[in-house]
């Protein structure tokens, strides 16, 4: 197929994900509410209850967006199955660490587990060392893609901005195998956003927020666009560093929220560890909204520093 076709392949992959994660939400936000998945917006003066889980709709419209993919480009079907595999794969251990809450050395262990296959689809002739790295990959950027949460929007506005610099660099490089697995995941992302952003009727869980780690890292190797999936992730790893730096691999029971005022604006808590929410939030309240926005246009600094690295980088492989 000549690049316009893939172009418009990728495009269809990418609305497909939409709408089908578009149609899904409302149904499957009251279901969860009705089967009490459920979790309160600790971040708003009402403390509302809201659906939890609601990544299994993106994880839908993904799936389908990347099954039409397979059909159309069956030239890349070793690609795609695969990429398809690993990401149920982590999809099916947020659903579980949404439920019984898992270990930080679980999850992490699961998560490699979940990174092998990609191993099957690594360039000829590449050490152990290689190999070895591509679940590592995937089981730091899932990592790093869910310690950056829990303001309305945060997570899936990331993951939509990350996609785009991915995609836009990949249809530059003409790497279009990647650029729909990157497509579909933008595409189910931004339906999943219209529900998510501020005020949020559902939240993505680990369900959510671990798969759009897993997709990053998946593009990154498939279409080695490694630098650039490094550079998209600039925002995720400085919130993982400074945590890391606080707190060590301190358990998700020992987080302090952000403090609330009278006003309903945030501000950073006396006690817990750091993070990029609080930096933003040091020493200056603001609102939920103007937080989340903050750190979407850091994202966008960075997605933007992306796609020129693509520009410059054409013909290159790395």
Not at 149 to 160: H, R, S
Not at 232 to 252: C, E
Request: aromatic share 8%; net charge positive; proline share 4%.
């Amino acid at each position: 197929m000549n690049a316009e076709m893939l172009l418009i392949i990728s495009g269809v992959c990418g609305l497909i994900a939409f709408g089908m994660t578009y149609i899904l939400m409302p149904n499957l936000i009251k279901r969860l509410k009705e089967a009490d998945v459920v979790g309160k917006d600790i971040h708003k003066l009402s403390k509302p209850v809201v659906a939890e889980m609601g990544g299994i709709g993106i994880l839908f419209g993904f799936t389908i967006a990347i099954m039409v993919g397979v059909y159309l480009c069956p030239e890349w079907l070793s690609q795609l199955t695969i990429t398809l595999i690993v990401i149920l794969l982590v999809g099916m251990i947020g659903i579980v660490d949404d439920i019984i809450m898992l270990t930080p050395k679980e999850k992490l262990i699961l998560l490699w587990v979940a990174g092998l296959p990609i191993m099957w689809i690594a360039p000829p002739n590449v050490g152990i060392l290689y190999m070895l790295s591509i679940p590592m990959a995937v089981t730091i950027a899932s990592n790093l893609t869910n310690m950056l949460a829990g303001l309305n929007g945060i997570e899936a506005g990331l993951g939509v901005i990350a996609m785009t610099s991915l995609t836009i660099s990949c249809i530059i490089m003409n790497k279009y195998d990647a650029a729909i697995i990157s497509f579909s995941m933008l595409g189910a992302l931004l339906a999943f956003l219209l529900y998510n952003k501020y005020p949020s009727y559902v939240f993505p869980g680990d369900t959510g927020t671990l798969i759009i780690g897993a997709c990053i890292a998946i593009v990154s190797f498939i279409g080695r666009v490694k630098i650039i999936a490094f550079i998209v992730l600039i925002p995720n790893i400085i919130d993982g560093l400074l945590k890391f730096y606080s707190a060590g691999m301190m358990n998700r029971q020992n987080h302090k929220p952000t403090k609330i005022n009278e006003d309903g604006t945030l501000e950073a808590s006396n006690s817990g560890f750091k993070s990029l929410i609080r930096a933003i939030l040091h020493n200056k309240s603001m609102s939920e909204k103007n937080a989340v926005l903050i750190i979407w246009v850091i994202g966008l600094i960075f997605g933007s520093i992306g796609i020129l690295y693509a520009l410059f980088a054409k013909g290159y492989v790395f």
